[in-house]
């Protein structure tokens, strides 16, 4: 089974999204009266190439995007050329609600896997500023799948940081915002370790040149 995860912001293995896409397509609306989501603008902008990182598409079905709520996303595959890492990445923009509505923590068991530990809070330096992010590590039940997932989300608040978690109350006051997911074949490194994770690693690369695009409107919502 193949697919790409539509939990969002970006972001997660191409075997572990495929069984949270399942999920989330079982419960699908229907598309009636929602624009189809868009990945033309963020796919030109978004740059393929960040650092040793070299990106190749991901493909996600309507579907499941209008579930998550994206009206705009970018979903890729990075692969550092220097130590084989990989990272899949989703970055969404749409409806806060929807997307508050398919978190890691509740859509991963959903889909066979098991938490473990409990998540943490990662911080990456953007610039003079630090972006947080919720860490949380997964392990497969299911033998066939990758049996450890990292998985690194973060939304971004209407104060431009990227925050690990946002309350319903705050969600609710929101008409939209982006959400971010980064994730790979690795538990979480501890707090405290030496050396940064994989997904931290990428982050620490992909972040500032995100920074000037979701800085931003997209452009079907600019003024003519």
């Known amino acids: ?8 912001v970006a972001l997660v293995l191409a075997v572990a ?3 949270l896409s399942q999920v989330l397509s079982s419960h699908s609306p229907a598309l009636l009266g929602r624009p189809e989501p868009r990945s033309d603008w963020l796919d030109e902008w978004v740059p393929r190439e960040l650092g040793d990182w070299t990106a190749e598409s991901r493909a996600i079905s309507t579907d499941v995007l209008v579930t998550a709520g994206a009206g705009h996303y970018l979903a890729r595959k990075y692969t550092n050329q220097t130590t084989g890492q990989a990272v899949d990445l989703l970055l969404i923009y749409g409806d806060p609600v929807r997307m508050h509505q398919h978190t890691p923590e509740l859509c991963y068991p959903a889909a066979g896997y098991d938490r473990a530990g409990f998540p943490r809070t ?4 953007v610039g003079s500023s630090v972006a947080g992010f919720a ?3 997964f392990m497969g039940r299911d033998s066939t799948a990758p049996n450890r997932v990292a998985v690194w989300c973060g939304w971004r608040d209407d104060t431009g940081h990227w925050i690990p978690t946002l309350k319903r109350r705050q969600v609710a006051k929101l008409e939209d915002m982006w959400r971010l997911m980064a994730s790979s074949h690795a538990l979480p490194v501890e707090a405290g370790g030496r050396q940064p994770g994989t997904c931290e690693a990428f982050l620490q ?14 452009p079907c919502h600019s003024p003519d």
């Open 17 to 19: 999204s495929a069984a």
């Open 122 to 125: 990662g911080l990456v330096r």
């Open 1 to 8: 089974m193949k697919g790409w995860l539509p939990a969002l």
């Open 205 to 218: 690369v992909a972040l500032p040149e995100l920074e000037p695009i979701v800085a931003g409107v997209p």
């Open 135 to 137: 860490v949380t590590g």
